[in-house]
């Protein structure tokens, strides 16, 4: 309930109410962010972890099967306040792919510090039904449970990208990196660089468990529908 002085009109009322869930709304979130989200990260990933083990093994067996090199592809990214760490994907490219990207940086389909193309030819057969299906990233999970990672939050960026922001766009490390965000789930490589950042910045000011549990709801049909996934 609020007291407002009679002197006041409506407008400046429903002003001041409108505030007022906008403070509470902020309190909710500061609530969810220390003291729920890490623990519902852990339980969720330690029992995906645990449930899709078995599918683990099977997928490794094809990624060895289909070509050489380990199942893991290991790779430096900077995570919350610019700290890196090593972050992990099932391997879907050929094992000298970073040594290939310098001769293919001219075939970049992404504006801004990104590279991004919709046939590389660096993928291997296997890798490519495990990129279209977001298949590769389940040992992020693995991520999740160190503490690099969150479930929900913008996609941890290369140091090399990190380098070319600018200083805007150096706010989406404010937060933990995420399995998935607001752009996995609004098209990917559809969208440009710019309205990428701009989704994560937007999802780092609203950010919430109702927000959360939308994003991890809406990952699943996006990864069906496979749109902008390559």
Not at 29 to 34: I, K, L, S
Not at 39 to 62: C, H, K, Q, R
Not at 112 to 132: A, N, Q, Y
Request: charged share 25%; hydrophobic share 40%; glycine share 8%.
């Amino acid at each position: 309930m609020y007291f407002v002085d009679e002197r006041f009109g409506y407008g400046v009322v429903e002003e001041y109410a409108r505030g007022s869930e906008e403070r509470e709304g902020l309190l909710r979130g500061a609530f969810y962010r220390r003291y729920v989200k890490r623990p519902f990260d852990v339980a969720a990933s330690a029992l995906g972890v645990a449930v899709l083990s078995p599918f683990f093994l099977v997928l490794s067996i094809l990624i060895k099967l289909d070509s050489p090199g380990p199942v893991l592809f290991k790779q430096l990214r900077v995570g919350k306040d610019g700290r890196q760490f090593w972050f992990y994907k099932f391997r879907s490219m050929v094992v000298n792919a970073e040594e290939m990207k310098n001769k293919l940086m001219h075939l970049n389909e992404l504006e801004g510090p990104v590279f991004k193309i919709s046939d590389d030819p660096r993928i291997t057969k296997v890798g490519r039904f495990l990129r279209r299906t977001s298949l590769d990233e389940l040992p992020q999970l693995l991520n999740v449970l160190r503490g690099d990672m969150s479930l929900v939050g913008p996609r941890p960026p290369l140091p090399g990208e990190v380098e070319n922001y600018e200083s805007w766009q150096k706010e989406r490390l404010s937060v933990c990196p995420g399995l998935t965000c607001l752009w996995q789930v609004s098209g990917r490589n559809h969208i440009g660089f710019t309205e990428w950042v701009r989704l994560d910045l937007e999802y780092i000011r609203r950010q919430s468990f109702g927000l959360d549990a939308k994003i991890l709801a809406r990952t699943l049909p996006a990864v069906i529908s496979r749109k902008g996934a390559y």
